[in-house]
């Protein structure tokens, strides 16, 4: 997104104190299995499925990191999403 390393780095310790991040170092962690997943795979099966099966327990981080930006946003600015197609199926995973 063109912002210099230092400033993404910033924007990770403002969101870690306001409570959208659980922690940086995890969003890091995360973004690197992601970018992990972008990249093309070699036949080793096994590597492949612990890969995967790695992003999988990755996911609740995600979605707990979704909730706790849209409830921020919601707080600071008074945005909301423009639809409630999905609220509920959203708040199942939380329950």
């Known amino acids: 997104m063109s912002e210099?390393?230092?400033?993404f780095l910033k924007?990770?310790?403002?969101f870690e104190k306001l409570g959208v991040l659980e922690s940086a170092e995890y969003w890091?962690?995360?973004?690197?299995?992601?970018n992990m997943a972008a990249h093309d795979y070699e036949t080793n099966y096994d590597a492949?499925?612990?890969?995967f099966?790695?992003?999988?327990?990755?996911?609740?981080?995600?979605?707990r990191t979704a909730r706790n930006l849209i409830g921020r946003v919601?707080?600071?600015l008074d945005i909301h999403p423009a639809s409630g197609d999905f609220s509920a199926e959203f708040?199942?995973?939380f329950e």
């Open 4 to 7: 210099a390393p230092d400033s």
């Open 11 to 14: 924007v990770l310790a403002l």
């Open 28 to 34: 890091q962690q995360s973004r690197m299995a992601r």
């Open 48 to 51: 492949i499925a612990e890969h």
């Open 53 to 63: 099966n790695a992003l999988e327990s990755l996911t609740g981080l995600l979605f």
């Open 74 to 76: 919601a707080m600071d």
């Open 91 to 93: 708040d199942e995973l």
